[in-house]
């Protein structure tokens, strides 16, 4: 990575979730990262409900696959976050490549699987690779959910 690298081309979006309401349901997972494009990649995770209505969003579990349409998936372990109950926070979670294979060895995808929230909790997700196998990392932006960036230049 040279010095003069953006953080736009360093980094690429890859993976979301669009603001949505859970409430005592398993939501959507998110679409996935080839991991095979990215030694790393760390989802951001923004929740708000409400606390004084007891909004628990019970589990975030990252998943594995060795195919895009997660068929089968991997439960990845040392990575969950169980039982969530702040209010207007943002979470973080990072999973290196080698993880990935290092607990299931074809795997290459990695996604985010959430569980069962009470009494309704929203929440949105964005995903990022970085630390490309090739760079810049921004050649792989999914610009399904990116349509414009914008870097100041002076």
């Not at 736009?8 to 309401?21: K, V, Y």
């Not at 998936?73 to 969950?80: A, D, E, I, R, V």
């Not at 990935?100 to 309704?120: E, H, P």
């Not at 196998?133 to 959910?145: K, L, M, R, V």
């Amino acid at each position: 990575m040279s010095f003069q690298e953006t953080l736009t081309q360093a980094l690429s979006p890859q993976d979301f979730l669009f603001t949505q309401t859970v409430n005592n349901t398993t939501v959507s997972t998110s679409p996935g990262i080839d991991m095979q494009k990215f030694h790393r990649a760390i989802w951001y995770v923004e929740m708000s409900g409400s606390v004084a209505n007891a909004a628990i969003l019970s589990a975030i579990q990252p998943q594995s696959s060795q195919n895009l349409n997660f068929t089968p998936f991997h439960n990845m372990t040392g990575f969950s976050i169980s039982n969530v109950t702040l209010n207007n926070n943002v979470i973080s979670i990072e999973v290196r490549a080698d993880q990935v294979t290092y607990q299931n060895a074809l795997d290459r995808y990695v996604r985010l699987n959430f569980t069962d929230s009470t009494n309704g909790m929203t929440l949105a997700v964005i995903g990022l690779g970085g630390v490309s196998e090739q760079g810049p990392a921004s050649q792989y932006t999914n610009t399904s959910i990116v349509t414009q960036q914008v870097v100041c230049t002076t």
